[in-house]
T-cell receptor, first 115, second 112 residues
């Protein structure tokens, strides 16, 4: 089955610097890759996603890149701010399989933005 | 999150007792999921539903059962709670394209 590895598990950056989180997946049939941000005591929230027919997607300070050949995708946060501090999860999905959309999640990255 | 609520938010129960967690959605979405979140493991799928009375197992389904008698409600039951089921449980929904889960706020369950 699909397996998703996420690195690093913790990341500390100075405010204003960039942060990069990387994920690799094992199943080349995966075609949808969302990223979630989870703040303390809350459920994960979708922040950006990318489909396999696109190499890069950007939304203000957040971008995601996908390398299908190497089977890895990355989250880039530029000009980090204290409110970016949270746990970030990547996920991979093969789309509609047997009537449902199952995601396999990475193990999470705790990002700390130091003021 | 708007459109999806979980109850209870916190629960402490004793080993061997049955426990039911509820997920309620107002989005009329077909797909609903139960995940558990544990340190070092991320989020792991327990069970999911693709319609009323249509459910299937995820990767960590042992010791859990689910029911979906109405579109809006998806119940997760721990038949006989064990300490290994101490976790935070999240319900999620997704629309017809499968793009992007919306998660509930979670239920923190402690089995003592």
């Amino acid at each position: 089955g699909e397996n998703v590895e996420q690195h690093p598990s913790t990341l500390s950056v100075q405010e204003g610097d960039s942060a990069v989180i990387k994920c690799t997946y094992s199943d080349s049939a995966s075609n949808y890759f969302p990223w979630y941000k989870q703040e303390l005591g809350k459920g994960p929230q979708l922040i950006i996603d990318i489909r396999s027919n696109v190499g890069e997607k950007k939304d203000q300070r957040i971008a995601v890149t996908l390398n299908k050949t190497a089977k890895h995708f990355s989250l880039h946060i530029t000009e980090t701010q204290p409110e970016d501090s949270a746990v970030y999860f990547c996920a991979a999905s093969m789309g509609a399989i047997s009537g449902t959309y199952k995601y396999i999640f990475g193990t999470g990255t705790r990002l700390k933005v130091l003021a | 999150d708007a459109g999806i609520t979980q109850s209870p938010r916190h629960k402490v129960t004793e080993t061997g007792t049955p426990v039911t967690l509820r997920c309620h959605q107002t989005e009329n979405h077909r797909y609903m999921y139960w995940y558990r979140q544990d340190p070092g493991h991320g989020l792991r799928l327990i069970h999911y539903s693709y319609g009323v009375k249509d459910t299937d197992k995820g990767e960590v389904s042992d010791g859990y059962s689910v029911s979906r008698s109405k579109t809006e409600d998806f119940l997760l039951t721990l038949e006989s709670a064990t300490s290994s089921q101490t976790s935070v449980y999240f319900c999620a929904i997704t629309g017809p394209t499968g793009a992007g889960y919306t998660f509930g706020s979670g239920t923190r369950l402690t089995v003592v």
